[in-house]
Nanobody, 121 residues
């Protein structure tokens, strides 16, 4: 059974940094893509960043140059380093992972419970 557990959220002042972690269990790391999404109150969940199965990365325009996604295959952990945080970054951040089946990847089939990030101005 796949389990994704996020940690590292919290409250920080604008301009500060946080590093989110997503520990995966029951999951074959790096076979498919994983990513970070966020959802602010009253808004839809949106992509923040993603590592694809070919190791390429994608970032939302709003976080480019400030956030960095990475993964440690040995620790089966996905990270999101967030620098120069803004109040607009306030949201619940979710880790998501693709499901691998018969050499294909099915996007975002597994989700963590989320971790709150609050940025005060």
């Amino acid at each position: 059974q796949v389990q994704l557990v996020e940690s590292g959220g919290g409250s920080v002042q604008a301009g500060g940094s946080l590093k989110l972690s997503c520990a995966a269990s029951g999951y074959i790391f790096s076979r498919c893509g994983m990513g970070w999404y966020r959802q602010a109150p009253g808004q839809e969940r949106e992509l923040v960043s993603r590592i694809n199965r070919d190791s390429t990365t994608t970032y939302a325009d709003s976080v480019k140059g400030r956030f960095t996604i990475s993964q440690d295959n040995a620790k089966k952990t996905l990270y999101l380093q967030m620098n120069s945080l803004k109040s607009d970054d306030t949201a619940v951040y979710y880790c998501a992972a693709d499901r691998s089946y018969l050499l294909r990847c099915y996007a975002n089939e597994y989700w963590g419970q989320g971790t709150q990030v609050t940025v005060s101005s």
